[in-house]
Each structure stands twice: as structure tokens, then as C-alpha cells.
């Protein structure tokens, strides 16, 4: 299947390791360019080689998505040296899953507010251009439960699903798509889920064991969900939620039922309404 990204421009945060680094390679081998950002120079500087040795056009420039300047400093280099930005891919994270007080700033700063950055600083292109595809990377942990106390993690991530639904609704005029990637458990070298393999065996037993493979994911099965949703064959795809788990989320969620109300006879005395649809305790 054709994606149609060659010549495409795609701005990926977070994209040294892991899931973003997985995304910028599976969007350089459908033909787009790519501006790499991440916080990391030494191992931001090894994924553009890499992907400067297959051939592709790269830009890798540090940026802490928390800061407003560097974002806007990102993006305006990218717009310099590309004329454009098709795609963004807002990957980057503070990976902050403690309870306190710390956990909350970082999650909010890095992974809500990072992503509202980018979004703030590309719109006015992709309106400008009548086009583009905008991909936020949130998590599994947004629509499930877990006994961790991961709270400003969650939700921060369950606030990028509500985002990108607002800018797929208010920017389809503008041509523009918005949608959401929810990774579930996912292992590489280095990785939080590599360390918590060797540092604390019982906890990633269990998470191993709630996936149904009996294994967890790897970057490369996000990012081709990632590549596709981003390309014209997902067109008709905005304002969506893609779990991407491996079945680990459970969850069996009630589709919308239509509500009506009709008229109910009480005791002769008049009509009281009533609401069809609704579970009512």
C-alpha cells in the first residue's frame, strides 16, 4: 500500500529512542523528511545518522518542549530549511509516573503542554497550506485504571484524547486532521520497561502477564500504526483514539445510545419524562 508520503515533511518530538526514534524510521522509509527533536544531543545525534546513512533528509535539532522558545525555535527551523511541516508527531514525554506533587508539574509541562507548543507553533502553517496531520502520542494508561499512582501522567495523557478530538472538530476546515495513539506496555534497550525487567522482576511479570501475547510491545508495532494514521489512507481518520496495546486494555466501552424522552402517565395526574437510553441505578 502506497501511504503517499514521499516528499512529505514530518516533525517528530521525543524521536531519539524508542517509540519516536521507531516513528521517524518507519516515516523516513515511506519517502517523508524529517526534523528529529529530543532533549538528548548524543543520542539524538546517533537516530540522524541513522537515518541520514539510509538516505534521508534530516534535521535533528535538541529542544525541550517544556520551554516555549525552543519549541518556537524548532519550529521555525524546521519551516526554514523544509518550506513546510505536513505532519507533527508529538511524542515527547516526561515519563513522570510518581504521586507527587513533582510528577504532576513535569507530566502537565512536558506531555500536555509540550503538545499544545508544538500544535500552537505548526497551525498557522498548516492552515496557511490547506493540509496537514497531527498525531499525539498519549498513552494506554488514559483510558485504564491501574493501581500505580501515576496520577499526573494519566492524566495529562487522558487530556491529550480530549485535545486531539477539539483540534480534529475545529481545524477540519482548515484541512487539517488530529488524532491520538495509545501505546500500551512497550520494551526496547534502555527503556523505562527494560530497567523495571531487571530492577523490580514482579512488576513487569504482572504487566507481562495482563497482556494477552504474554509479552509487551515493541516500538516498531506503534510506529506503523503511527505512520499509517498520519498518511492519506487514514483521511476519513480524525479525532480518533487508536489503542495500540497487544489487548491490554480490557475495557469494554458503552457506544453512544441515542436519547429520547416521551411522555409517561403518573397517577392520572400528567406526563413526567422519562429518558430512554440510560442506565439508571
Not at 534521508?56 to 519550529?75: F, G, I, N, P, Q
Not at 489512507?233 to 416521551?262: C, E, F, H, Y
Request: with cysteine; glycine share 12%; charged share 20%.
Amino acid at each position: 500500500m502506497d501511504l503517499e508520503l514521499e516528499g512529505k515533511v514530518a516533525l517528530v518530538t521525543g524521536a531519539s529512542r524508542g517509540i519516536g526514534r521507531a516513528i521517524a524510521k518507519g516515516l523516513a522509509a515511506e519517502g517523508a523528511k524529517l526534523c528529529i527533536a529530543a532533549r538528548g544531543q548524543e543520542a539524538l545525534d546517533e537516530a540522524a545518522a541513522e537515518l541520514a546513512a539510509a538516505g534521508v533528509e534530516v534535521l535533528a535539532l535538541t529542544c525541550d518542549v517544556a520551554d516555549d522558545a525552543a519549541v518556537r525555535d524548532t519550529v521555525a527551523a524546521a519551516l526554514e530549511q523544509f518550506g513546510r511541516i505536513d505532519i507533527l508527531v508529538s511524542n515527547a514525554s516526561a515519563l513522570a509516573v510518581g504521586g507527587a506533587r513533582e510528577d504532576w508539574d513535569r507530566s502537565l509541562s512536558v506531555d500536555l503542554m509540550g503538545a499544545v507548543r508544538l500544535v500552537e507553533a505548526v497551525l498557522p502553517g498548516m492552515r496557511s497550506q490547506g493540509s496537514g496531520s497531527i498525531l499525539l502520542v498519549s498513552s494506554v494508561s488514559a483510558i485504564e485504571a491501574s493501581p500505580m499512582e501515576d496520577y499526573g501522567y494519566t492524566s495529562a495523557k487522558a487530556a491529550l484524547n480530549a485535545y486531539a478530538k477539539k483540534l480534529a472538530m475545529n481545524e477540519a476546515a482548515s484541512g487539517i486532521r488530529a488524532n491520538a495513539l495509545l501505546p500500551g506496555s512497550v520494551e526496547f534497550p534502555g527503556g523505562g520497561w527494560d530497567v523495571m525487567r531487571i530492577e523490580n522482576p514482579p512488576v513487569y511479570d504482572m504487566v507481562r502477564r495482563s497482556i494477552p501475547f504474554g509479552r509487551l510491545g515493541r516500538p516498531g508495532e506503534i510506529a506503523d500504526a503511527a505512520v499509517w494514521l498520519v498518511s492519506v489512507r487514514a483521511a476519513w481518520v480524525t479525532g480518533a483514539a487508536l489503542s495500540v496495546d497487544g489487548g491490554q486494555g480490557k475495557g469494554i466501552r458503552r457506544p453512544n445510545v441515542p436519547v429520547r424522552r416521551v411522555p409517561l402517565t403518573h397517577n392520572g395526574a400528567g406526563a413526567l419524562p422519562v429518558t430512554r437510553g440510560c442506565k439508571c441505578a
